[in-house]
């Protein structure tokens, strides 16, 4: 079945917003904690929740689990810093506005799925310019369980009215082709992102892509 729908995760894959987060989080961690980890320590929590990210990073640091104020507080210091720099930070990676534009004009139905709060990643995309392409975005406070489990994609699914196979989801973390996996749509692995390719190998996704420009080989 040819692919009719294309789901995309945000950061990293769209948004060259990597830096901000992990420059956030690290704020956090240093104010709340004094805990102040290295990229790749900071990078691999990417794609899961931010509150999830904040207790293990938290709990690794302290040798205890966070207590619910400690985590509502670390919470509010990283939005409070994401938040003041977002707007100055944010782009989209080059090529993405006209590669968006190409599939339109192909009537490929477009959505976003992300672990970010829907607000926030609508505010994203509308200062790139892109928040009208898509027909959704599905936030982590849209689902009970965010990736990798395949509710946020099945919802997608589910709101294209489409069937899996016809459906791939393009995402830079293996949270995002796992969640992918399981819902049964094709999946693309975005090698630009912050991600190793070997680890996003292991995931198994349908297709590795290099550049955005790949998409239009595969439909």
């Not at 290295?38 to 207590?67: F, N, W």
């Not at 009970?144 to 994609?153: A, C, L, S």
């Amino acid at each position: 079945m040819s692919i009719k729908n294309i789901f995309f995760d945000l950061d990293g894959t769209l948004l060259d917003s990597i830096p901000l987060i992990v420059e956030s989080m690290r704020h956090a961690l240093e104010q709340e904690f004094g805990y102040s980890p290295d990229d790749k320590t900071l990078v691999s929590g990417i794609g899961t929740p931010l509150i999830e990210q904040l207790k293990i990073h938290g709990a690794k640091h302290l040798g205890r689990p966070l207590t619910q104020a400690e985590v509502m507080t670390s919470r509010a210091v990283y939005h409070n810093h994401n938040l003041s720099n977002h707007d100055a930070s944010i782009r989209a990676f080059d090529g993405v506005a006209d590669i968006i534009s190409t599939l339109q004009a192909r009537q490929i139905r477009l959505g976003i799925v992300t672990s970010k709060p829907q607000s926030t990643a609508r505010r994203g995309l509308r200062i790139c310019g892109l928040e009208d392409a898509f027909e959704f975005v599905i936030g982590f406070d849209d689902v009970e369980h965010p990736k990798p489990h395949p509710e946020p994609v099945l919802k997608a699914v589910s709101l294209m009215d489409a069937s899996p196979d016809a459906c791939l989801f393009i995402g830079d973390s293996p949270h995002d082709i796992l969640s992918g996996k399981r819902a049964g749509c094709l999946t693309a692995a975005a090698l630009w992102g912050p991600f190793d390719v070997a680890e996003l190998t292991l995931c198994e996704p349908t297709y590795l892509m290099n550049s955005m420009t790949d998409i239009l080989t595969l439909i």
